[in-house]
């Protein structure tokens, strides 16, 4: 794909779909080596992981604080996506954040409308997420919707969300009067979805009989800031939320 065509399309749709990113063997050895980090969380990262109702876990996150080696990190820095992530963000950049969405089959949990950089606080938005299909994902096993363009109205407000593995959300009837088209990227295993940080997107349950894997590194330029204020502000209202979760 061409550079020019590429960064129109993000910058127009707030995301782009890359098909093959990753082979068969590669997405087999990030599974094997997500099996290690299960294991690993399990004994003494509880605060990296959340399980659905039946005890599967349905996200795992900030991987790269714990496990420093094996095939999750080098493929977090994967040559072809980096190049990617570069073209997108307009500067070099270096992955920042690893994560694993897994929604399993039948009762993994939905991921509340949102925009990355309410989260991240990165000053003029230097970053992008890279979501990597380890599965098939469609709209009914939890794919991913975009809110095609909604990246233009910059960051807006959210609340807290009450739910696992995504603390803050936009409020649900904000998100039911935008006029923005709703996209459910279809995805093989390998190919890879690339999100601007400000796109509005979200993810329903999985109801279907086939687990929804993604493997998730957000990148941000080499030189990226951040919003220090925003960032505690966030914090607080991410501790707000683990609060609520698990009083309830
Ligand atoms: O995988 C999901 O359902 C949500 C992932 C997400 O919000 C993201 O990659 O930014």
């Given at each position: 794909m061409k550079k020019k065509y590429i960064l129109n399309k993000f910058k127009r749709d707030g995301f782009i779909v890359i098909k093959n990113v990753l082979t068969s063997k590669q997405i087999e050895d990030l599974m094997n080596d997500l099996n290690r980090v299960k294991i690993k969380v399990e004994k003494k990262h509880h605060q990296f992981f959340?399980?659905?109702?039946?005890?599967?876990?349905?996200?795992?996150?900030?991987?790269?604080?714990?496990?420093?080696?094996?095939?999750?990190?080098?493929?977090?820095?994967?040559?072809?996506?980096?190049?990617?992530?570069?073209?997108?963000?307009?500067?070099?950049?270096?992955?920042?954040?690893?994560?694993?969405?897994?929604?399993?089959?039948?009762?993994?949990?939905?991921?509340?409308?949102?925009?990355?950089?309410?989260?991240?606080?990165?000053?003029?938005?230097?970053?992008?997420?890279?979501?990597?299909?380890?599965?098939?994902?469609?709209?009914?096993?939890?794919?991913i919707c975009y809110l095609k363009g909604s990246h233009k109205l910059g960051t807006i407000n959210h609340e807290i969300s009450n739910m696992k593995g995504s603390s803050q959300k936009i409020n649900n009837n904000l998100i039911k009067k935008l006029k923005f088209k709703k996209i459910f990227p279809k995805l093989d295993p390998g190919d890879c979805l690339i999100h601007h940080p400000e796109v509005i997107h979200g993810s329903y349950k999985n109801i279907s009989n086939i687990d929804r894997i993604g493997f998730v590194v957000s990148y941000a330029s080499k030189k990226h800031k951040l919003d220090t204020e925003k960032l505690k502000s966030y914090k607080n209202k991410m501790n707000e939320n683990l609060k609520k979760i698990y009083l309830n």
């Open positions: 959340h399980k659905t109702k039946d005890k599967k876990f349905n996200t795992i996150h900030n991987i790269q604080k714990f496990h420093k080696k094996g095939k999750i990190i080098e493929l977090s820095k994967n040559k072809n996506i980096k190049k990617f992530c570069d073209i997108l963000i307009e500067k070099e950049s270096k992955p920042r954040n690893i994560e694993f969405f897994l929604k399993p089959k039948k009762s993994g949990m939905a991921s509340p409308f949102h925009q990355d950089n309410y989260y991240w606080n990165i000053i003029n938005s230097e970053a992008v997420n890279v979501w990597i299909a380890c599965s098939k994902a469609y709209k009914k096993n939890g794919g």
